[in-house]
């Protein structure tokens, strides 16, 4: 159950490029057709489904705070995080270099398919992003981080493939001139991103987003009154000054 | 500009509108999106982004000519990342709550395109000099559009600028709010980032007809 909710809310709910704009640039630069978006698609879900996982091992066992615990004793006291980054990053490059050739020597027809994507692929904030909120938001099991990285990677695919279809077809409407091409990509984007918006009732009964956004919600309540109140404070204080 | 050649001064200018990273270039999109809701998170996000591309700009040109082509990509992200490392505790030291809200995004700015971009298109080919104010200007192009959408969010979204309620107090109705105006609060929502990213496109390239595509 918890495995098939975090699916479904990694792929709709938080979609990696509606809800968070990941890997945005290689999303506007690689949808002009349907055939090389999928190939994209494709490889970002590989890349993802191998580097999520893997950074999440690393995050466990040397990044966190105490994580060196399983060296000794005396390591316990040890916090690495601030690393994270630089090792995300190099886990990343290195893996889609490791991959790129792996798909080149055992299957070349997968390469030439997503060959091009690959180096393309390092950069693409959409990967790194995914290792980030693996980290930040405490993904317990190695299968949940396999689960989510696949998840987010398929919610990418579908973002990129649709906003492909979509400008295949819009090739031959009549779209004001200053807005052709990346205008209108940009506000067809956002109307699909105002679409996705409404998956995030599915999951209301155990969702934690609705949860953080009440609590937010609360926060910030709190925070305008704290402020009307020390607005009147003042008021009073000034009154008192003056008789 | 005294300080400045013609040539150099066109490097900070062109990026800022004809040649500007976000509408034209279209690098560095996805940090631009996220973390625009607020005017405060876009101007230190755009400080940010600034340091780390002027520095990594002149880190890149000083080593152009001993990094082996095959593995600069790899070399590359490791100068951005120890940048955005500088850029993250120091963040986390002083305004510990700005960096909470942009949460992720600062971590972003290692695969944002901007760096990677100028990194291969100029760093690579030029003297350290010119590649820091290359760096400069594509930062100012990009903090400029974070800013303009920033500006506009914060605004409709919560009638505040920079937390200053500048169009009035919206419990106790005064200002703008006392004739029946209402925060409109779909500007905090992350789709009208987009759409706001594509009405500037259209002004600026109604302005510029030369750079509409197709």
Redesign the interface.
Known sequence: MEHLELFFKSIFIDNMV????????SY??VSKKVSTAVGMGAAVIFVLAVTVPLNWLLDQYILQDGALAWLGPEYAQYDLS?????LF??TI??MV?LVEIVVEKFSPSLYNSLGIFL?LI????A???GS??MQ?REIETIGLALNYGVASGIGWFLAIVAIAAIREKIRYSNV????????????I???M??GF?SFGGMLTSSGNKEEADTENVGVKTEM?QQE?IESTQIVEVSKITKQ | MGLLSKKDAKLIMDPLLDNNPITIQVLGICSALAITAELKASIVMAVSVMFVLGMGNVVISLMRNIIPSKIRIIVQLVVVAALVIIVDLVLKAFAYELSKTLSVFVGLIITNCIIMGRFEAFALANKPWRSFLDGIGNALGYGLILIIVGFFRELLGSGTLLGFKVLGDPIEKTGVYSIGYENNGFMLLSPMALIIVGLIIWVQRSRNTTLIED
């Open positions: 509606f809800a968070t704009f990941l890997g945005m640039c506007l630069a601030f690393l994270s980054f630089i990053i190099a490059a290195t270099q180096p390092a950069v693409n904030c990967i790194l992003g980030l909120f930040s004001p001139a200053p807005l052709r091409g990346l205008g209108i990509t940009f506000i984007t956002g109307l991103a105002i918006m305008l009307k």
